[in-house]
């Protein structure tokens, strides 16, 4: 049968009085009271907290990378049923929800990042940016529809034209 001893050196800090010899004496007799009132400073490991901070970055970013996953299967789960059902107006009102919703989680995030700093106008200059991005989101959707409609009404014009439809009465044959 082994023995086996474990050794627990408790070293809190040291002290502006402690020299080196102060920390041998507390190492090879811990229950020397003269030593350990030499030794009086308590201090904590630098990165414990930073350590602490990385375990709550990594099971943040785990719990968002799963949300993306059941999004993304979700997702392509109902998009298969549009297509199975040639339902493509519910697919695009879908994906239109879908969007909205991701992008109000996305500001939501970019503000909540910049309020977390504690930094007022770091908060301020995001909501800036997230409104900018809405507003330029928004116009460029809109001249892009705008796009579309007049190019469809183009098509629709010379389509009717070459049916012989008139462009200014709706008759055919005529272009009165």
């Given amino acids: 049968m082994s023995s086996s001893k474990s050794i627990t050196i408790k070293v809190k800090g040291v002290g502006a009085s402690a020299s080196s010899k102060d920390i041998r004496d507390a190492v090879s007799k811990p229950n020397a009271s003269e030593t350990n009132k030499k ?34 299967n979700s997702v392509y789960l109902l998009n298969r049923h549009f297509s199975l059902t040639d339902d493509y107006r519910s697919q695009r009102d879908m994906n239109i929800a879908v969007g909205v919703l991701n992008s109000a989680i996305s500001d939501a995030t970019a503000i909540g990042s910049a309020v977390m ?11 800036v940016g997230v409104i900018a991005n ?33 462009l200014t009465s709706g008759s055919i044959g005529d272009n009165k």
């Fill in 117 to 127: 700093t504690g930094n007022p106008f770091i908060a301020g200059a995001a909501l």
């Fill in 39 to 72: 030794i009086s400073k308590t201090e904590t490991h630098p990165h414990a907290e930073s350590n602490a901070d990385i375990s709550d970055i990594v099971s943040v970013s785990s719990v968002m990378h799963l949300a993306k996953e059941i999004e993304a």
């Fill in 134 to 166: 809405r507003g330029i989101s928004i116009a460029q959707n809109y001249i892009e529809e705008n796009d579309r409609l007049r190019q469809s009404d183009y098509l629709t014009d010379f389509s009717r034209v070459r049916a012989g439809y008139s």
